[in-house]
């Protein structure tokens, strides 16, 4: 007994994860001198965030390490501007898929979204129409107007996390890095976002350095409770 609860304490307390499965009871007791622990692990719901991919008039796919973080989230948000419905309806087949219009689709989808994740609402919209593009006083009216606490949006082809008024603006940037309006080509980028049963956030924005090939975390914000609790960073 002894043996199976001191390899139970190793496997439970070496680090704590998140899991896509129910919680585990927490609870603490002993067994001689052998105190053991179950931990509870929060459940975590993760949201992959791309935007701007323009296939195939700019550019010809999303980076292969992007679809591998599409495929491990919870839900995928594209915020618009896919350019083709062919390359729609191909990330719609693949992954559970939240997509609204960009200036550039010409195809029958809706201007915005909504959703709620762990009692967070969330709303996505493209962008196009904001002037300058990504005025973060704007963004924060159509996040009051979708009657939502985080906005994910895109158009500007620069991923940012932001907050203005009490709204969090996300945007991931173009997940193949090309340029459009007054931005120039750059390292595709996408974005994560992990949701926790008590509505904490934790956003990531990852790039593809176009000559290394690696991908990196180049910005990271943890809100908890909405309210940020953790350090922004950045490449040099």
């Known amino acids: 007994m002894e ?9 439970t307390s070496s680090k704590i994860f998140s899991l896509k499965t129910p919680p585990h009871t927490h609870s603490v007791g002993r067994y001689g001198l052998l105190e053991y622990k179950f931990f509870t692990y929060s459940l975590i719901t993760m949201i992959a965030v791309i935007s701007d991919s323009h296939i195939p008039k700019r550019a010809e796919k999303i980076p292969e390490e992007f679809h591998e973080k599409l495929e491990k989230a919870d839900k995928t948000v594209h915020c618009g501007d896919f350019e083709s419905e062919e390359k729609y309806q191909e990330l719609k087949e693949k992954y559970d898929i939240i997509g609204v219009k960009g ?25 196009a129409g904001i002037n300058p593009r990504g005025h973060h006083p704007t963004l924060s009216k159509t996040a009051d107007t979708l009657n939502v606490e985080v906005l994910f949006h895109g158009h500007t082809h620069q991923q940012e996390i932001a907050e203005h008024e009490g709204k969090i603006l996300l945007n991931p940037g173009s997940c193949t890095g090309v340029g459009g309006g007054s931005s120039s080509e750059k390292n595709p980028s ?37 309210n940020t609790s953790l350090q922004i960073f950045h490449l040099e």
């Open 103 to 127: 200036n550039c689709d010409f195809f029958d989808i809706s201007a915005s979204e909504k959703l709620t994740i762990n009692d967070v609402e969330f709303g996505v919209y493209h962008g």
């Open 190 to 226: 996408m974005m994560t976002v992990e949701v926790t049963e008590k509505g904490e956030l934790e956003v990531k924005i990852y790039e593809k350095d176009t000559e290394s090939e690696e991908i990196l975390v180049s910005e990271k914000k943890d809100f908890d409770g909405l």
């Open 3 to 11: 043996g199976y609860l001191s390899s139970l304490i190793h496997a």
